[in-house]
Nanobody, 114 residues
Framework: QVQLVESGGGLVQSGGSLRLSCAASGIAFSIDTMGWYRQAPGNQREPVATIFRGISTNYADSVKGRFTISRDNAKNTVYLQMNSLKPEDTAVYYC????????WGQGTQVTVSS
């Protein structure tokens, strides 16, 4: 059974930083794509950043230059370093891994105060 455990969310002031982590268990082989999505109240879930086998990354335009996605393949863990946070980054952040199909974490709240 695949499980994703997220951590690192919280409350931070505008301009601050947070680091999200997501550890995947129950996976026997390497994961192709891992990523982070977010959903703000009243909005649809949207992609924030994805990383393919640690080789290539993609970022939403709104976070380019501020967020960095990375992964530790040995630990099946993906990270999201978020710097220069803005109030509009406030959302529930979800980890996603694609291993045959998409698996989702339970979500972690990130709140940025102005």
């Amino acid at each position: 059974q695949v499980q994703l455990v997220e951590s690192g969310g919280g409350l931070v002031q505008s301009g601050g930083s947070l680091r999200l982590s997501c550890a995947a268990s129950g996976i026997a082989f390497s994961i192709d794509t891992m990523g982070w999505y977010r959903q703000a109240p009243g909005n649809q879930r949207e992609p924030v950043a994805t990383i393919f086998r640690g080789i290539s990354t993609n970022y939403a335009d709104s976070v380019k230059g501020r967020f960095t996605i990375s992964r530790d393949n040995a630990k099946n863990t993906v990270y999201l370093q978020m710097n220069s946070l803005k109030p509009e980054d406030t959302a529930v952040y979800y980890c996603m891994v694609n291993w045959g199909r998409a698996y989702w974490g339970q979500g972690t709240q990130v709140t940025v105060s102005s």
